[in-house]
T-cell receptor, first 113, second 113 residues
Framework: GDSVTQMEGPVTLSEEAFLTINCTYT??????LFWYVQYPGEGLQLLLK?????DKGSNKGFEATYRKETTSFHLEKGSVQVSDSAVYFC????????????FGTGTKLQVIP | ETGVTQSPTHLIKTRGQQVTLRCSSQ?????VSWYQQALGQGPQFIFQ???????GRGNFPPRFSGLQFPNYSSELNVNALELDDSALYLC????????????FGPGTRLTVT
């Protein structure tokens, strides 16, 4: 079945550092890929998405490129801020059928001043 | 535009009891999905409702059941509660067409003692 593997955290960075959170997936067909963010005490918010190979999703300075050849969707940001501290989830939606979204286990990011 | 809302925010139940959680979809969305998020884990898909019928289910026992109403709001019912049912329950709404983009509510924190 479909699955998502993302790097374990927590990841601790200083403000203005470069961020990479790795994500790889296993799925049949051509899934849509997502990054969701969860701030403390809140629900999930969609951060960015990509629906086909080589698409780049971007939002709030975060970027991720859909790489079908490596089945990856790594999240990057050039300069993190304290306000980026949260848990980040990589996820995929199947190419067909009902809209089950499969999530990774999440990576906690802590940015220190 | 009204976002996804869930009630109650927190709930404490005793093992063996039954619980009902409620969700109101984002305006214009006709599909509702429910997820269980255990502490420190990614959300796990429970089931999805479209046009008042269940059209997809994850690996959860029958004591997890749901309803969707004509206004697209939804309920999640859990019978015979077990300690392992303690989790954050997330509701997400979406349009059935499109790129599987789901909008999440803030969740209901259920504690089973």
């Amino acid at each position: 079945g479909d699955s998502v593997t993302q790097m374990e955290g927590p990841v601790t960075l200083s403000e203005e550092a470069f961020l990479t959170i790795n994500c790889t997936y296993t799925a049949t067909g051509y899934p849509s890929l997502f990054w969701y963010v969860q701030y403390p005490g809140e629900g999930l918010q969609l951060l960015l998405k990509a629906t086909k190979a080589d698409d780049k999703g971007s939002n709030k300075g975060f970027e991720a490129t859909y790489r079908k050849e490596t089945t990856s969707f790594h999240l990057e940001k050039g300069s993190v801020q304290v306000s980026d501290s949260a848990v980040y989830f990589c996820a995929l939606g199947p190419a067909g059928g009902y809209q089950k979204v499969t999530f990774g286990t999440g990576t906690k990011l802590q940015v220190i001043p | 535009e009204t976002g996804v809302t869930q009630s109650p925010t927190h709930l404490i139940k005793t093992r063996g009891q039954q619980v009902t959680l409620r969700c109101s979809s984002q305006s214009g969305h006709n599909t509702v999905s429910w997820y269980q998020q255990a502490l420190g884990q990614g959300p796990q898909f429970i089931f999805q409702y479209y046009r008042e019928e269940e059209n997809g289910r994850g690996n959860f026992p029958p004591r997890f059941s749901g309803l969707q109403f004509p206004n697209y709001s939804s309920e999640l019912n859990v019978n015979a509660l077990e300690l392992d049912d303690s989790a954050l329950y997330l509701c997400a709404s979406s349009l059935v067409q499109g790129s599987y983009e789901q909008y999440f509510g803030p969740g209901t924190r259920l504690t089973v003692t």
